[in-house]
Nanobody
Framework: QVQLVESGGGLVQAGGSLRLSCAAS????????LSWFRQAPGKEREFVAS????????YYLDSVKGRFTFSRDNAKNTVFLQMNNLKPEDTAVYYC????????????????WGQGTQVTVSS
């Protein structure tokens, strides 16, 4: 079956960095778009970062532009989210998701979800 396994979350001080990874298995990786979402306590899940499957365009939540970078390694069936200059408002559970759509920025487009990894940024 399809599995998306996130790792790399943790506790970091404001201004620090974390790198999240999402390893995919059970699907043909090159045929799926993988994206990052996050959900803070009491809030709806929101889109964070993605890249079109043909790697022509990247998309980011406005509040993370310039601080977060999405990358993809097809050889390792893995996507990454490099998060720099983290802020307390970035605190959330971060989820990796996969969709067959070329552009994947909406929660309801997802075909598969990972279990999530907690990111906590202290002030």
């Amino acid at each position: 079956q399809v599995q998306l396994v996130e790792s790399g979350g943790g506790l970091v001080q404001a201004g620090g960095s974390l790198r999240l990874s999402c390893a995919a298995s059970g699907l043909t990786f090159s045929l799926y778009t993988l994206s990052w979402f996050r959900q803070a306590p009491g809030k709806e899940r929101e889109f964070v970062a993605s890249e079109r499957r043909r790697r022509t365009t990247q998309y980011y939540l406005d509040s993370v532009k310039g601080r977060f970078t999405f990358s993809r390694d097809n050889a390792k069936n893995t996507v990454f989210l490099q998060m720099n200059n983290l802020k307390p408002e970035d605190t959330a559970v971060y989820y990796c998701a996969a969709a067959s759509a070329d552009i994947f920025t909406a929660v309801n487009t997802a075909d598969y979800w990972g279990q999530g990894t907690q990111v906590t940024v202290s002030s």
